[in-house]
């Protein structure tokens, strides 16, 4: 059997990196599968451990980083974030096309570690910092410190964009997803 495709998307905090996902991830042709990532964040509301995070203790967390079972992690706003080596390597080793969903730190060690071949880096991009803001602040989940702190980062971030294979610009999630699905399926061919 193939091993599937690496597939990173990243980008901003609040860019609809998710939303997008979702849209993706109907589409059965493209074989996909979600790497779930582990935080030590508390679950947002309607967040399930194991569907959108695995929820872990600050402490499980360093003792994954000390035995190297991270693709890529990261520490932000208080929180650590991190892909596990052998979650991704068994839905690949399956054959599935995995997409992982980071932002910018992590997108830049697993292109580092890896050499491209059997991957592929997307990042997405707002329409505007404006636009990028006002989704930030409709998720009502964020205090005025998180959202500057966010918003600072989302500057910064998208000054990496070269380090990608495609820029997207996230206008809406079905277009930009539409761009996307359309970039796996030629980089399957």
């Known amino acids: 059997m193939k091993k599937g495709l690496l597939i990173i998307i990243s980008g901003p905090s609040g860019v609809g990196k998710g939303t997008v996902r979702q849209f993706i991830m109907n589409d059965p042709s493209l074989n996909l599968a979600f790497s779930v990532s582990c935080t030590t964040r508390a679950p947002r509301a309607g967040e399930v451990n194991g569907r959108e995070y695995f929820f872990i203790s600050k402490e499980e967390f360093e003792k994954y980083i000390k035995e190297e079972r991270f693709l890529e992690h990261a520490y932000f706003c208080g929180n650590y974030y991190g892909t596990l080596i052998d979650f991704v390597d068994k839905l690949r080793n399956e054959g599935k096309n995995v997409i992982v969903e980071i932002e910018t730190n992590g997108a830049k060690q697993i292109i580092s570690k890896l050499n491209g071949s059997d991957e592929l880096s997307i990042f ?26 966010r918003m600072d980062k989302a500057k910064e971030e998208l000054k990496l964009q070269s380090l990608y294979d ?24």
Do not use: A
């Not at 636009?131 to 005025?144: D, N, P, Q």
């Not at 930009?176 to 061919?189: P, S």
């Open 166 to 189: 495609f820029v997207i610009q996230n206008i809406t999630p079905e277009q930009c997803g539409k761009e996307i699905k359309q970039i796996i399926k030629n980089k399957l061919k």
């Open 124 to 149: 997405i991009v707002p329409p505007s910092l404006e636009e990028l803001e006002k989704r930030i602040r409709g998720r009502k989940t964020e205090t005025e410190d998180v959202i500057k702190q």
